[in-house]
């Protein structure tokens, strides 16, 4: 993974975007691209965020993974508190180049999740109440 300052190319034609051997993220009217990070080993899905800018070139810098808290309106080390740092195996970008994939190794305890379960994706849809309520189950 290299190290150097990052210089992210804005969006250029659909030849470059789709072929083309330069990253140029896709950001929203935010200024977010979404990231889904599974686990490098076991391709695991762990959770999905999403990166602005700033985020997107310190984790490239660093080779941890550094996210853009929506709800904290904040840059976030994933695991500078809890210990369960993502390191970046590999970023992969998808063809219109607006999601990333990061394949990373977690630290720490190997959890991910906030709720303290090893990963953000553990209850499923499970049909449909008497109600119309949508139920979910545990997985």
């Not at 899905?45 to 985020?55: E, G, Q, R, T």
Request: aromatic fraction near 6%.
């Amino acid at each position: 993974m290299m190290r150097a300052s990052p210089r992210l190319s804005p969006q250029g034609n659909q030849q470059d975007i789709e072929n083309g051997m330069v990253l140029m993220p896709k950001f929203d009217s935010s200024g977010l691209i979404t990231a889904v990070t599974v686990d490098a080993t076991t391709n695991d899905i762990l959770m999905v965020a999403h990166m602005n800018a700033d985020a997107l070139a310190k984790t490239i810098e660093t080779g941890q993974a550094w996210y853009w808290s929506r709800s904290r309106k904040a840059l976030w080390l994933k695991g500078e508190t809890s210990g369960q740092i993502q390191t970046i195996k590999e970023i992969r970008v998808d063809c219109d180049q607006d999601c990333l994939l990061l394949r990373v190794e977690v630290g720490g305890d190997g959890g991910c999740c906030h709720t303290g379960r090893p990963q953000c994706f553990y209850r499923q849809v499970d049909g449909v109440a008497e109600d119309g309520t949508v139920k979910l189950t545990f997985v």
